[in-house]
Structures are given as structure tokens and as C-alpha cells.
């Protein structure tokens, strides 16, 4: 079957042909699906994703499937290069790995990856971690990390609100050490913040204990 000729009985739910173009898109897509899905979920050092390794591959991939059929194949319909197969499984593992990450973050929130040492660190700390994400993803991860820090904004002339300055400056500095690999050394250095090493470890920590508060 061509494979343009598949896309189109694939987004054609009223098509005779509708359940063996999906039988076929099955057929020829499932192991580099699965491939896609457990390479991006290996590369997660996460430990209770690796309890559960194998549910959660299936999971994701049934989740896969679910996002390509659904809204009558919206997904499906907005891929472009139709005659073009090799593009299609490119687009197709992309999609893999943001419903791995969707998975995630939805039923596997970011847990702690080291617990011996001094300061606690979580997964998304890890550059290891960040390296696999894409572009989008690290956006949505930074939009996440700095929403949880924030918290709700208070009302004017509340003690919170008076240290809001601070809670900003104090993202700053987390943001630095534990994305910029900046070491206090170099925080303290910054002349704009005028602060000692032990500050530095101090704001880590209740950074740290904020994102943990949005977590547990």
C-alpha cells in the first residue's frame, strides 16, 4: 500500500478501507513506536519509571495511538510531507518522545535522583536529564520549575508581597547554580547580587524545599 494511500484511508474513519489502513499503519509503525518510546524512557533517570518500565512503554504508546486517532484524526491530518515516508517516521518518533514526557510529568512527577547527598538534588537538576528534552520541552519545564517557585502571587502590602523582591532574586541564584552550573563562587561574584557563598546555599535549599512543596 502506498503510503500516501495509507494516511488518507488512516484519516478516513467512513473509508471501506479505514481498519486495514490502520492494521497496516500498525504493521509498520508499532516497532519503531515502541523503539522511540523506550529509548526516551531509558534515558529517564527516574526510579520509579524503571519499577514499572514496561507498563509504562505500554502505556505511552497506547497513549501514542490515542493522540493520533483522536479528534477525528486531527494529528494525523496536520502532518504535511504526505509522500514523503522517511519525514513521516521522523514526525512520528517527535511524537513519541513528547507523549513520553507528557506521561511523565502527568503521572510520574520529578522526584528526588540523589538522596546521599548534602543537598538533595531532583531530576530535572541533572543535565543528563535536560539533554534529551527538546526545545519545547525544556521550555515547559522551566515555565513549570519557575510557576511552582512563585507560587500565588499575594496581595499588595502582605509580608509576602514585600518579599517578592527577594523570591525573585532568589529564583535568579537557583536557576543559575542548578541550570547555569554557576558554583557560589561565581553567584557571589555577581555584583548585582552582593551575597556570600553561605546565602547561596541557603536560597538552593529553600528553592529546593518550594519545588519539593509542589511535588509531595
Same mark, same amino acid.
Given at each position: 500500500?502506498?503510503?500516501?494511500?495509507?494516511?488518507?484511508?488512516?484519516?478516513?474513519?467512513?473509508?471501506?478501507?479505514?481498519?486495514?489502513?490502520?492494521?497496516?499503519?500498525?504493521?509498520?509503525?508499532?516497532?519503531?513506536?515502541?523503539?522511540?518510546?523506550?529509548?526516551?524512557?531509558? #534515558?529517564? *533517570?527516574?526510579?520509579? /519509571?524503571?519499577?514499572?518500565?514496561?507498563?509504562?512503554?505500554?502505556?505511552? %504508546?497506547?497513549?501514542? =495511538?490515542?493522540?493520533?486517532? #483522536?479528534? *477525528?484524526?486531527?494529528? /494525523?491530518?496536520?502532518?504535511?510531507?504526505?509522500?514523503?515516508?522517511?519525514? %513521516?517516521?521522523?514526525? =512520528?518518533?517527535?511524537?513519541?518522545?513528547?507523549?513520553?514526557?507528557?506521561?511523565?510529568?502527568?503521572?510520574?512527577?520529578?522526584?528526588?535522583?540523589?538522596?546521599?547527598?548534602?543537598?538533595?538534588?531532583?531530576?530535572?537538576?541533572?543535565?543528563?536529564?535536560?539533554q534529551h528534552l527538546t526545545e519545547a520541552d525544556q521550555w515547559e519545564l522551566y515555565e513549570w520549575v519557575v510557576a511552582c517557585l512563585r507560587g500565588r502571587e499575594s496581595a499588595p502590602g502582605t509580608e509576602r508581597a514585600r518579599q517578592r523582591g527577594?523570591?525573585?532574586?532568589?529564583?535568579?541564584?537557583?536557576?543559575?547554580?542548578?541550570?547555569?552550573?554557576?558554583?557560589?563562587?561565581?553567584?557571589?561574584?555577581?555584583?548585582?547580587?552582593?551575597?556570600?557563598?553561605?546565602?547561596?546555599?541557603?536560597?538552593?535549599?529553600?528553592?529546593?524545599?518550594?519545588?519539593?512543596?509542589?511535588?509531595?
Amino acid at each position: 500500500m502506498p503510503f500516501s494511500q495509507l494516511l488518507e484511508w488512516c484519516c478516513t474513519p467512513d473509508s471501506p478501507h479505514y481498519q486495514r489502513a490502520w492494521n497496516e499503519f500498525y504493521r509498520r509503525y508499532n516497532l519503531l513506536m515502541l523503539k522511540a518510546i523506550t529509548k526516551r524512557c531509558a #534515558q529517564l *533517570n527516574v526510579p520509579r /519509571l524503571k519499577l514499572q518500565f514496561d507498563e509504562v512503554v505500554h502505556d505511552i %504508546f497506547g497513549d501514542v =495511538l490515542t493522540t493520533l486517532v #483522536q479528534d *477525528n484524526c486531527r494529528v /494525523l491530518r496536520d502532518f504535511r510531507a504526505k509522500d514523503n515516508e522517511g519525514m %513521516f517516521k521522523c514526525w =512520528l518518533a517527535i511524537i513519541c518522545n513528547k507523549r513520553v514526557w507528557r506521561f511523565v510529568n502527568k503521572h510520574l512527577p520529578p522526584r528526588m535522583v540523589n538522596t546521599e547527598t548534602e543537598h538533595q538534588e531532583f531530576i530535572f537538576e541533572s543535565p543528563r536529564f535536560r539533554q534529551h528534552l527538546t526545545e519545547a520541552d525544556q521550555w515547559e519545564l522551566y515555565e513549570w520549575v519557575v510557576a511552582c517557585l512563585r507560587g500565588r502571587e499575594s496581595a499588595p502590602g502582605t509580608e509576602r508581597a514585600r518579599q517578592r523582591g527577594n523570591l525573585e532574586r532568589d529564583i535568579h541564584i537557583y536557576l543559575l547554580y542548578v541550570w547555569g552550573d554557576f558554583n557560589q563562587e561565581m553567584i557571589s561574584s555577581l555584583p548585582h547580587l552582593d551575597i556570600g557563598h553561605r546565602v547561596t546555599d541557603n536560597v538552593v535549599n529553600r528553592m529546593r524545599e518550594r519545588v519539593r512543596g509542589c511535588i509531595e
